[in-house]
């Protein structure tokens, strides 16, 4: 079945609820139903036409499923192109990657997360976009203790009609 065409304000509304909705959803966790979610925008600058958001949020869960997959890939292996989520966001170069560091930070003993985006003009194997994160975190985040530390792909986005 061929994908719908949407006109450019559908686009951009589509656009705006792809950007929007995790922080959406973060902010209210108990809200599992994507209805329930998009009427709490109501009345916010983050309100879009239920239909868009109903199409970002089929993306998104879509994207999460291949996520699940990306994480269990061998650390040599490229995270394969249908993987990717299509990028609506003005991305600098063709990829972006996101890690999300689960661990203690040392100064205040409290458990936290720290995401990190690398924007790449290549597709990058699993062990480079890790490598790269790293040697962010240690310099960003040197409080963030080694130990029990957990790092995921949490986002691998390809930008909008960019050559792979």
């Known amino acids: 079945m061929p ?7 559908m686009q951009e509304q589509i656009a705006r609820a792809d950007n929007w909705l995790p922080m959406i959803a973060g902010a209210s966790p108990e809200i599992v139903n994507v209805d329930k979610l998009w009427q709490t925008t109501r009345g916010t600058p983050h309100y879009v036409p239920r239909a868009a958001f109903r199409i970002a949020a089929a993306a998104q869960k879509e994207h999460e499923g291949a996520l699940e997959l990306v994480n269990r890939l061998e650390t040599t292996d490229l995270i394969p192109r249908r993987w990717h989520k299509e990028g609506y966001q003005h991305l600098k170069e063709k990829y972006l990657y996101v890690v999300t560091y689960d661990g203690f930070n040392l100064d205040t003993g409290q458990k936290e997360k720290q995401s990190i ?3 790449t003009d290549e597709a990058k194997t699993v062990d480079e976009i890790n490598d790269a994160t790293d040697t962010v975190r240690e310099t960003r985040y040197p409080q963030m203790a080694l130990v029990g530390l957990t790092s995921s792909i949490t986002a691998a986005y390809h930008k909008k009609r960019a050559a792979y």
């Open 117 to 119: 985006g690398y924007y």
């Open 3 to 9: 994908e719908p065409v949407y006109t450019g304000y």
